[in-house]
């Protein structure tokens, strides 16, 4: 039974989200540490997150396919910044049985090493070119600090490679899949975002280039929602994927990679949710709508009418996007009061919440009540219902963007100084946009000050970096500035 219990967030937010993980019935935890069982509620909000994007993606030329979980550890060593950056999380098979593998094998952290290994084996002209590939599977990384769906052992994600004849081409593929990955998570997360490239520290183990997807929080610090990765040819030197082009020539090719996880739930709860539990955007929903009779008087009556309400709502939703399948509950449950039934439903986020009794009978009314304003109970005629149910969907969906949106304007400010930065961090401000001279050992030297870090280095239209000519750096230096965008960080 679902406790009822969540701690506020001005208490405890870290508690809060936990509370709300658990209780909503999203995850649980198991007994091997630091790893979680992703319940039928969680994984409900994960297939419609991989139905969504993989029609996304296939939508741009990608194909799906299935790597093994397992890769050769020497395979790592080929690439010394991937190794190097990947070494501490990797989980190590070492014998099967009482024997000893001559090649240890490591559980897969991600799958550049064996997929390029297995490109050098396909690819061998420029008509094999562009090689766009993905895969839906579970990576491990071995976590210190773990936290359900934040950062666990083991998780879900969507991982894509793509190899191009050059550079421009691999390029263009990466930045048209950070695009295609905010626009996701703007029109179905409801989660306005920060995009740009990585600086040197924080980019992927083995990239020339990192771009990133981050969205601020109600504790305001910053989540990494999803990244698109440059590897230039460093991967195809490495793995020897050459390919021969119409002039009868070897080139190396140049590729990409590009992913997100099931760290997204976590940023949808932590992005929308309130102190009485799970607030989910509609189009994220495993329930859209839940039906509850009021049983008082004519019981039949009353689910014959609610069955037709739910029949009506279902026709009217079939040439509608995003709706065609919506999922609709009639609580016949009469072991349960209905106010019990009613926190049930707002602890799980359920969009729409319906509630007919013998007054709503007697008036062919009922009462609609949206998850994301419990205070604005509204009485809708029957004949009204579908049509009315579906834009209250929408508005919602909308109105969910449009809280966040406004959120991450009033935390995010541009500031000039050193003193500014340190006030304002102090000060919780979220998101802190400032000149940076491009030196690593500034970037170190603010995050030991203050623990924020750089989040990205937002671009402009052409995907260039913002330069700040002019401007002094937070450490003074009037080197080569640019703008950089600051957060504390999951």
């Known amino acids: ?27 649980d935890y198991t007994p091997v540490k630091g790893c979680m069982v992703i319940l039928p509620n969680g994984y409900a909000i994960w297939e419609k997150i991989q139905k969504e994007l993989d029609q996304r993606i296939k939508a741009t030329g990608v194909q799906n396919a299935y790597f093994p979980t397992l890769i050769p550890e020497s395979f790592l060593s080929k690439e010394a910044e991937h190794v190097k950056g990947f070494a501490p999380q990797c989980a190590i098979v070492t014998h099967v049985g009482n024997q000893v593998l001559e090649d240890k094998l490591v559980v897969r952290p991600t799958s550049e090493t064996l997929i390029h290994y297995l490109f050098s084996q396909w690819i061998h002209s420029y008509r094999d070119l562009p090689y766009l590939i993905n895969q839906w599977v579970n990576v491990v990384r071995w976590e210190m600090k773990t936290r359900p769906f934040l950062r666990s052992n083991e998780f ?11 550079a421009n ?5 990466a930045q048209m899949m950070l695009k295609l990955y905010q626009k996701f998570m703007q029109e179905i997360l409801a989660i306005p975002v920060f995009s740009g490239i990585k600086s040197e520290t924080e980019k992927f183990a083995g990239a020339i280039q990192t771009y990133t997807i981050e969205a601020l929080m109600q504790d305001k610090k910053a989540l990494q929602l999803g990244t698109s990765h440059y590897f230039g040819n460093r991967f195809a030197k490495a793995f020897k994927i050459q390919y021969l082009s119409q002039e009868n020539e070897l080139h190396w090719v140049y590729q990409t990679s590009w992913g997100v996880s099931t760290r997204m739930i976590g940023g949808v709860i932590m992005a929308h949710s309130d102190d009485r539990g799970l607030v989910l955007p509609p189009r994220l929903a495993f329930l859209h709508v839940v039906i509850v009779p009021i049983f008082s008087g004519n019981k039949e009556l009353i689910l014959k009418v609610a069955q037709n309400l739910k029949d009506c709502i279902q026709q009217e939703a079939k040439g509608v996007d995003f709706w065609r399948d919506i999922q609709i509950k009639i609580d016949q449950d009469e072991s349960k009061k209905t106010g019990w039934k009613f926190y049930q439903y707002e602890l799980l986020g359920v969009p729409i919440r319906i509630e007919i009794g013998p007054k709503e009978l007697e008036l062919q009314q009922v009462y609609v009540v949206r998850r994301d304003i419990l205070n604005q109970k ?10 009315k149910v579906l834009e209250e969907l929408e508005n919602m969906q909308h109105a969910l963007f449009e809280k966040a949106h406004a959120f991450k304007k009033a935390n995010t400010m541009e500031i000039h100084t050193w003193e500014e ?7 919780g401000m979220g998101v ?59």
Not at 169 to 173: D, G, I, K, L, T
Not at 421 to 427: E, R, T
Not at 473 to 478: F, P, T, V
């Open 421 to 427: 930065f340190k006030m304002h961090s102090k000060n």
């Open 432 to 490: 802190l946009i400032a000149p940076w001279c491009q030196k690593k050992e500034c970037e170190a030297w603010i995050n030991e000050k203050t623990k924020f870090t750089i989040r990205c280095l937002p671009v402009d239209e052409e995907m260039q970096l913002i330069k700040k000519p002019g401007k002094k750096c937070l450490c003074g230096d009037q080197g080569k500035i640019i703008q950089a965008i600051f957060a504390r960080n999951y």
């Open 169 to 173: 081409e691999a390029q263009y593929r």
């Open 156 to 166: 879900l994600w969507q991982e894509g490679h793509t190899c191009h004849v050059d």
């Open 378 to 387: 509204k009485i809708v005629k029957w004949d009204n219902l579908a049509q």
């Open 1 to 27: 039974m679902i406790k009822h219990k969540i701690t506020p967030q001005a208490e405890n937010f870290s508690q809060w989200y936990q509370d709300i993980v658990l209780q909503a019935q999203l995850a």
